[in-house]
């Protein structure tokens, strides 16, 4: 039985580009470090904890921070506070767009930041490193979380993984046979399932495309679906506009995909695992796969802000939410992978890791983790630039005319 949980609300585009974010500025007390893809400031992490501040002021998605006020049943926050006299204020925010313009505005210690909102945040100064030392539970965390392009600069960490899943394939079992094993059932011509094909609404989604085109186009050169020249991303617009005629529906509302998979509106089209579990508890013949080409997908960072008052607290809540206890319960009532596989032992159901994938590093390493564009190709090329994100916002616009 799926209890009830909060699913991810799409993550929007950002109308900013992150080339105008990277630059430092001109004055000799600003440095910089070379960063997979830009220039990051040279920011101090904290070197050592001191009192609790007696509060911690939180930005995150919803179903993050539960205090048992939408569900009893649900609360990894009063403990918390009562461990440490940290008294914990959230506001949840509904896009990576707008975690990005709050946290900017000031008043918050930590984000809850997805992968196209983390790039960002790193290369305006927004966010700081983050000392994993003074983390204790860091050390149980999923290695293959760590040290990655949207979570660090140069093998330093500017943040505390959450939790992951990837961007899967759903279908109905009864209207689409054989069971599809390739994203070609959603990106090939004439497509039996026309009408019928669902697709996320985000310019993020651009990168399903180009990862699809490096399994089928390799002359393409696409190493890294989030880091594509203008040919590239032509390529994948035209691949995305062909689509879009046998698109039925663009999706970002999760409820609406269960519904349009449930009256039949939609059989096929990409999803997370949540909103598969969901659809067949309500007896949708809807299953799942991680295609054969791979899939994107998120993995979530708890950062600091560089203007945080609360450090203390800010850091005694990353060291919580990745405990065994909290990482469980969030990771079961958000629907996703924990990041401490110590969480595995303590979820109300037994079989959840196994069903998100939890530590399996081989299904892992075919997720291409939601990554910020950026004009410096993070695959390692120098011969050209690659597009950024505003570049792909105004392609997306083009897409879906």
Not at 88 to 102: H, I, M, P, Q, Y
Request: charged share 20%; proline share 4%; net charge negative.
């Amino acid at each position: 039985m799926i209890t009830h949980r909060w699913a991810r609300v799409a993550a929007a585009c950002a109308a900013l580009t992150l080339t105008a974010a990277c630059g430092t500025s001109s004055g000799d007390d600003t440095k910089g470090v070379e960063a997979s893809g830009f220039t990051a400031p040279d920011l101090p992490a904290l070197a050592e904890l001191g009192e609790g501040e007696g509060e911690v002021n939180i930005l995150a998605w919803a179903g993050y921070v539960e205090d048992g006020s939408t569900d009893p049943a649900v609360d990894w926050v009063t403990g918390f506070e009562k461990e440490t006299g940290c008294e914990v204020n959230v506001k949840t925010f509904g896009t990576s767009d707008e975690a990005v313009n709050l946290l900017k505005a000031g008043g918050y210690d930590l984000v809850s930041a997805s992968g196209d909102a983390s790039l960002r945040l790193i290369a305006s100064g927004d966010v700081e490193p983050v000392n994993t030392d003074l983390i204790p539970n860091y050390a149980d965390v999923y290695d293959f979380l760590k040290d990655r392009d949207w979570n660090s600069v140069d093998g330093q960490m500017y943040g505390v993984p959450h939790g992951y899943g990837a961007n899967v394939l759903m279908y109905r079992t009864d209207e689409v046979k054989p069971a599809p094993t390739s994203w070609s059932a959603v990106f090939e011509e004439d497509s039996p399932y026309a009408g019928k094909i669902t697709a996320y609404d985000s310019p993020i989604y651009i990168a399903d495309a180009a990862m699809y085109l490096m399994a089928t186009q390799p002359d393409l050169g696409i190493e890294n679906p989030y880091a594509l020249d203008e040919e590239q991303l032509q390529a994948a617009v035209d691949l995305l506009k062909t689509q879009r005629e046998q698109v039925g529906e663009y999706w970002s509302d999760y409820l609406k995909e269960v519904q349009a998979f449930k009256t039949g509106d939609s059989v096929v089209g990409t999803t997370w695992q949540v909103i598969a579990n969901l659809a067949q508890s309500e007896g949708t013949p809807v299953d799942s796969v991680l295609p054969e080409e791979g899939a994107t997908g998120w993995s979530d960072t708890w950062m600091v802000a560089t203007e945080s008052e609360h450090k203390t607290c800010a850091y005694q809540w990353m060291n919580h939410i990745i405990s065994p206890e909290a990482n469980a319960a969030v990771a079961e009532w958000f629907g996703e992978s924990p990041a401490n596989p110590k969480a595995c032992e303590l979820t109300a159901d037994a079989k959840h890791c196994e069903t998100y994938h939890a530590g399996d590093a081989e299904y892992a390493s075919k997720i291409w983790y939601w990554t910020t564009p950026v004009a410096d190709c993070i695959d390692g090329r120098t011969d050209v630039k690659c597009t950024d994100y505003g570049q792909w916002t105004q392609a997306w616009t083009e897409i879906k005319g």
